[in-house]
């Protein structure tokens, strides 16, 4: 397993919850906008994004639980290196709607809420 991507959970906005709610999680490096930032999940990059992306079959993992990846949007990775933003839809999509998207298998809203806290690691793991 090679590590794409590693970072650390530093806050969680107050409109987060009900996104995660639709399945919807959007990470920003710390400093994003007030408005963006009451929308995201705010984190500090701990290894900056390796140089090729992320491919169906490879993985997130937040704390010890770990999802797969089913599709990636064209401009997703693109986001990750330049500006630490990404948007990940928990909805075991085979084709990304959205340039920007990663899209990884359902998981319980209740269970990612209860995972995404201050201080966890969140990694994109490759399989390859």
Known sequence: MTTLYRTTIRDVGAEAPDLLDQGILILFATGAPPELAEVSVLHEVNSAAAAAAPAPGDAVRIGDDRFRI???????????????????????????????????????????????????????????
């Open 70 to 128: 089913t599709a990636v949007g064209d401009t997703a990775w693109q986001k990750v290196s330049e500006i630490g933003h990404v948007v990940f839809s928990f909805n075991g999509a085979a084709v990304a709607e959205r340039p920007g998207e990663i899209c990884v298998e359902s998981a319980a809203p209740e269970r990612l809420q209860t995972l995404l806290q201050p201080g966890v690691t969140l990694e994109v793991v490759g399989s390859r």
